[in-house]
């Protein structure tokens, strides 16, 4: 079994520039979810996905935005990048059943960092 | 708005010395709560989730326990392979979405 896994392990990015994250779900998944880690805090939800539709959303602006797609993989963008968005980003990927807790599984995360 | 707190914010033990980490957390609908260890620079890992007030679950050296306000998270006999950051999550009622709350972490560190 395939657990979660994350691209790139690193970026650098200057501010106004553009980025895209992506992350490929563990076998048999069907949601993915996004979290952004500043240093020293826990992880901030940012969108879940499930069924390739944006299933929820955090406390984050339009400029963060994110697909999934038919193999249930995933990708997160984030435009005009500015200083505060330097963080680890964070994937984590469940199955979503009825009645059922989810556990998400997280990824190795993206240590992004905006000059 | 849910919140979940976690203290102390560091902690600092020797090899073998038991202690426990706390989560208070304020949430509507609690559906599960959930502790993750996370080491510097990876993701964080999977331990537990405790459902009802009342529940505990183990593993090796770590043990959660639940209750209507709080859960713990007891280290008994530490190694200092257990340094990390723990982390714990509440997931709520909103069925809209299914995305985790979690505290800012316990930094562990033990020395041998």
């Known amino acids: 079994e395939t657990g979660v896994t994350q691209s790139p392990t690193h970026l650098i990015k200057t501010r106004g520039q553009q980025v895209t994250l992506r992350c490929s779900s563990q076998?048999?998944?069907?949601?993915v979810s996004w979290y952004q880690q500043a240093l020293g805090q826990g992880p901030q939800f940012i969108f879940q996905?499930?069924?390739?539709?944006?299933?929820g959303r955090g406390n984050f602006p339009p400029r963060f935005s994110g697909l999934q797609f038919p193999n249930y993989s995933s990708e997160l963008n984030v435009n005009a990048l500015e200083l505060d968005d330097s963080a680890l980003y964070l994937c984590?990927?469940?199955?979503?059943?009825?009645?059922?807790?989810?556990?998400?599984?997280f990824g190795p995360g993206t240590r992004l960092t905006v000059l | 708005e849910d919140q979940v707190t976690q203290s102390p914010e560091a902690l600092r033990l020797q090899e073998g010395e038991s202690s426990s980490l706390n989560c208070s957390y304020t949430v509507s609908g609690l559906r599960g709560l959930f502790w993750y260890r996370q080491d510097p620079g990876k993701g964080p890992e999977f331990l537990f989730t405790l459902y009802s007030a009342g529940e505990e679950k183990e593993k090796e050296r770590l043990k959660a326990t639940l209750t209507k306000k709080e859960s713990f998270l007891h280290i008994t006999a530490p190694k200092p392979e257990d340094s990390a950051t723990y982390l714990c999550?509440?997931?709520?009622?909103?069925?809209?979405?299914?995305?985790?709350?979690f505290g800012s972490g316990t930094r562990l560190q033990v020395q041998p």
């Open positions: 076998s048999g998944h069907n949601t």
């Open positions: 999550a509440s997931s709520t009622a909103d069925t809209g979405r299914r995305a985790l709350t």
């Open positions: 984590a990927s469940s199955l979503a059943r009825t009645g059922v807790v989810d556990t998400q599984y």
């Open positions: 996905y499930y069924r390739e539709e944006e299933n």
